[in-house]
């Protein structure tokens, strides 16, 4: 199995973090269906989320816990996520509670 190779970007001016695949977060107006098979395929049940398949192909947990620890360092407000709506309200607490829910919290 393949490690996961996640990119996380900062753009300082606007104080936004910018993810791809580490989380989720659907608007809460999506369908029923792509709301089941997300539970089911990725094991998502709340959003913003991560996937049971990103979890998965972390190899090396304490480098991925250290590299979240350089992205807590960021003084960020805002997370656009690749899956979904942006995060613009609580943003820095709820992607360290998401990473502290799953062990991977600095």
């Known amino acids: 199995m393949p490690q996961i190779q996640e990119h996380a970007f900062f753009h300082r001016p606007s104080k936004t973090l910018i993810v791809a695949d580490l989380m989720f ?9 792509t709301q089941l098979f997300l539970r089911a395929a990725a094991g998502i049940r709340d959003y913003p989320g991560m ?24 003084d960020f407000d805002k997370v656009v996520v690749t899956h979904g709506v942006p995060i613009l309200e609580d943003a820095k607490s709820r992607f360290l509670s998401i990473l502290a829910k799953h062990g991977l919290a600095p």
Do not use: H
């Open 25 to 33: 977060n659907l608007p809460p107006n999506v369908g029923a269906w």
């Open 51 to 74: 996937s049971r398949l990103f979890r998965f192909m972390i190899k090396d947990r304490a480098e991925f816990v250290s590299s979240i620890g350089r992205i807590a360092d960021l």
